[in-house]
């Protein structure tokens, strides 16, 4: 098994009843997929030539998983697009990764075109709807059964690249993860090897496909030859009830996910009576929650993962059993290094640090990204000596059990969303009554973290926090608008060097919380 296309014939060769793929109530065998999937392929071969970038801008869907897979089929890299960004971020991605096909959804109907004629590289605009197609558009429904399938066993493989994944920030220039074969099947059978995930599976999928957690959800129900049920957008009242009808015994959820569920006044435990297992990951858990879940949904085995894009996506991995309050700090652990992935704490001399103290958590692995999209200069200061620096400040305990304590470039992660600080302050100070700010994470029940900014004003200007949100807004993405501001008439703190001590402002949130400062 050395490529997607091959986990997929893999599960088409099992007899699992039911399994396949439900979406919008059609219901497909992956032994149909592979047909839709070698098809599909077969007209992107055709539009493409070998490495091209076909990008992927939509909502979830049957139309996405194909293409994930059909891409690489046609020697083609997979590139999904994170769909809650603005129309300036999206112009700034697409233009870096120069996609020669942008498939799109009704979602993004009215948008893709003009982005398409910004970026200048697009050659086909590929609608995947269900409506009508914009002008100038080929229809997904019309162009794939007229297509020549392509051979079973055409495409990339092994070491190719088969997607470019961008992380959650365009701080200067956006960051596209090139990922390879090898490096996804890696973390697939690294991660699952320590799960408890039967085969025919019924995996309930609603996190964001241009997320690695989504397609890491994908290729478990792959693996297991299962059945995928997925839904368009994360609903707490449509994901229990897709739970319920389905009976789906697994899912995928980020913590504000999990959190949202459990809150909704029309919460029923009975809906996910079938549920025995649930992977969760990409933001802070509150350690309320999690007991939380554990008394809403007993029978449930909860596995926490910590990773990240580069490493396709996992690195750790805490097991249901440690996830028993009795053995104290290890709730709060991200878990054990997975098998066939080594990680070391360094200090700022590159040296590795001893058990319990904080430095930089570096990992290693088959799974671990062969780099950045045109970026050697990044990819040689991420990657050095074939170890990937995270950029998480970590320590781990003598039992082997990381524990992330903070993330050193001041990384935010909302609602398992990715968002860097210095993005939102590059928006901030771009209002002309805004003399300097700091925008840090604050704890929050909802989204594990969220945006906080403070900020000093030029003497005799006034600006309050709905004008300034607003005018973020127009800048970045909606999720990356501070939820709070607070205004100082004080000077920030600084450094010696200059550099204002985010550190002294994020304390007074922080106080008695499990996050370094």
Same mark, same amino acid.
């Given at each position: 098994? %050395?490529?997607?296309?091959?986990?997929?014939?893999? +599960? /088409?060769?099992?007899?699992? $009843?039911?399994? @396949?793929?439900?979406?919008?109530?059609?219901?497909?065998?992956?032994?149909?997929?592979?047909?839709?999937?070698?098809?599909?392929?077969?007209l992107l071969s055709g539009l493409t030539e070998p490495g091209d970038r076909v990008a992927v801008l939509a909502?979830?869907?049957?139309?996405?998983?194909?293409?994930?897979?059909?891409?690489?089929?046609?020697?083609?890299?997979?590139?999904?697009?994170?769909?809650?960004?603005?129309?300036?971020?999206?112009?700034?991605?697409?233009?870096?990764?120069?996609?020669?096909?942008?498939?799109?959804?009704?979602?993004?109907?009215?948008?893709?075109?003009?982005?398409?004629?910004?970026?200048?590289?697009?050659?086909?605009?590929?609608?995947?709807?269900?409506?009508?197609?914009?002008?100038? %558009?080929?229809?997904?429904?019309?162009?794939?059964? +007229? /297509?020549?399938?392509?051979? $079973?066993?055409? @495409?990339?493989?092994?070491?190719?690249?088969?997607?470019?994944c961008y992380t959650g920030g365009t701080t200067a220039r956006a960051k596209g993860v090139l990922l390879s074969h090898r490096n996804l099947i890696a973390s697939l059978l690294q991660g699952t090897s320590q799960m408890t995930v039967p085969e025919g599976t019924r995996m309930l999928l609603a996190a964001p496909m241009f997320h690695q957690a989504g397609s890491f959800a994908t290729l478990v129900t792959l693996l297991r030859a299962g059945r995928l049920v997925l839904q368009p957008a994360f609903h707490p009242a449509a994901f229990s009830a897709a739970a319920r009808s389905e009976e789906v015994d697994g899912t995928l959820l980020v913590p504000t996910m999990i959190n949202m569920i459990l809150s909704d006044p029309a919460f029923d435990a009975e809906a996910f009576a079938a549920v025995r297992y649930m992977i969760y990951g990409a933001s802070p858990m509150p350690e309320a929650l999690l007991l939380r879940l554990g008394r809403a949904l007993p029978q449930v085995k909860p596995y926490q993962v910590y990773g990240q894009t580069e490493a396709a996506p996992l690195i750790t991995l805490l097991r249901p059993e440690d996830h028993d309050p009795a053995l104290g700090a290890r709730i709060r652990s991200a878990g054990q290094p997975l098998p066939g992935v080594e990680v070391k704490i360094i200090g700022a001399d590159g040296a590795a640090l001893p058990t319990g103290e904080v430095g930089e958590l570096c990992a290693r692995g088959a799974n671990t990204a062969v780099g950045y999209w045109r970026q050697p200069e990044v990819t040689a200061a991420a990657m050095r000596g074939s170890w990937l620096h995270t950029g998480d400040g970590a320590f781990m305990d003598e039992d082997g059990f990381v524990h992330i304590v903070d993330r050193i470039k001041d990384m935010i992660i909302s609602g398992g969303e990715n968002i860097f600080s210095v993005e939102v302050e590059q928006a901030i100070y771009e209002h002309e009554a805004v003399l300097e700010c700091a925008v840090i994470g604050v704890p929050s029940d909802l989204w594990g973290e969220a945006v906080h900014a403070v900020v000093r004003l030029k003497d005799g200007k006034e600006l309050g926090p709905d004008d300034l949100q607003s005018f973020c807004r127009d800048r970045i993405a909606g999720y990356k608008v501070p939820r709070t501001v607070e205004f100082s008439t004080a000077p920030?703190?600084?450094?010696?060097?200059?550099?204002?001590?985010?550190?002294?402002i994020r304390a007074p949130h922080w106080a008695g919380r499990a996050k370094a400062i």
């Open positions: 098994m %050395s490529s997607l296309q091959g986990l997929l014939r893999r +599960a /088409a060769g099992f007899s699992n $009843p039911g399994s @396949g793929m439900i979406f919008d109530g059609q219901h497909r065998s992956w032994g149909e997929v592979v047909e839709r999937c070698r098809t599909l392929g077969g909502l979830n869907s049957d139309r996405y998983v194909e293409l994930m897979i059909a891409c690489p089929w046609a020697g083609a890299i997979y590139v999904p697009i994170n769909t809650r960004l603005a129309r300036a971020e999206l112009e700034a991605l697409l233009s870096d990764c120069m996609p020669a096909v942008l498939a799109f959804d009704d979602h993004f109907r009215d948008l893709a075109p003009g982005l398409a004629a910004a970026v200048g590289t697009v050659r086909t605009l590929l609608y995947i709807g269900r409506g009508t197609p914009p002008d100038g %558009s080929l229809a997904y429904d019309a162009a794939v059964p +007229a /297509a020549v399938p392509l051979d $079973p066993f055409a @495409g990339s493989e092994g070491s190719d690249i088969c997607t470019i920030l703190p600084v450094s010696g060097a200059g550099k204002i001590l985010k550190s002294a």
